[in-house]
């Protein structure tokens, strides 16, 4: 695994940039970076739910492009809230990541539930291609600290 970059623009804003393994443990590696990038900074969007979005979009990317490429985690933390993006070698669209959550799951199928949920839990989700293939991110908004007090 490469090195880990942050750049810090002020107390409220911070990126992380970071190549992952292309194999299953890039997943709890990204969750870790996710919850401490949050923690360190003293962030206010829900970390919980970045997490498991985090490693909804890690485990696509490893799934769906077959060890080609790196793989890498961005984190950029805002006042407004938190953007999470993966880059992957894979050009392909992922999914369905645009369409409207109206559909429900197969409950026999034991996949296909990461994009749907990416799409619930997320303020905004989309993906862009990118030189090297494609990134595909979510965007959570800032709690208030009054509601996360009571939570």
């Given at each position: 695994?490469?090195?880990l970059t942050l750049h810090q623009r002020s107390a409220e804003s911070a990126s992380w940039?970071?190549?992952?393994?292309?194999?299953?443990?890039?997943?709890?590696?990204?969750?870790?970076?996710?919850?401490?990038?949050?923690?360190?900074?003293?962030?206010?969007?829900?970390?919980?739910?970045?997490?498991?979005?985090?490693?909804?979009?890690?485990?696509?990317?490893?799934?769906?492009?077959?060890?080609?490429?790196?793989?890498?985690?961005?984190?950029?933390?805002?006042?407004?809230?938190?953007?999470?993006?993966?880059?992957?070698?894979?050009?392909?669209?992922?999914?369905?990541?645009?369409?409207?959550?109206?559909?429900?799951?197969?409950?026999?199928?034991?996949?296909?539930r990461g994009l749907l949920l990416i799409r619930a839990l997320s303020s905004s989700c989309?993906?862009?291609?990118?030189?090297?293939?494609?990134?595909v991110w979510f965007r959570l908004p800032a709690v208030p600290a009054q509601r996360r007090?009571?939570?």
């Amino acid at each position: 695994m490469n090195g880990l970059t942050l750049h810090q623009r002020s107390a409220e804003s911070a990126s992380w940039r970071i190549a992952l393994p292309h194999d299953a443990a890039a997943v709890p590696v990204a969750r870790a970076l996710v919850r401490t990038a949050l923690a360190e900074v003293e962030h206010t969007a829900d970390c919980d739910t970045a997490e498991l979005l985090t490693a909804e979009l890690v485990a696509n990317a490893v799934e769906h492009t077959g060890g080609r490429g790196p793989i890498e985690l961005v984190v950029e933390l805002l006042p407004t809230g938190c953007q999470v993006e993966v880059h992957d070698p894979d050009p392909a669209p992922p999914g369905h990541l645009a369409r409207p959550v109206i559909e429900q799951p197969d409950p026999w199928q034991e996949g296909g539930r990461g994009l749907l949920l990416i799409r619930a839990l997320s303020s905004s989700c989309g993906h862009r291609p990118t030189p090297s293939g494609k990134a595909v991110w979510f965007r959570l908004p800032a709690v208030p600290a009054q509601r996360r007090r009571s939570a």
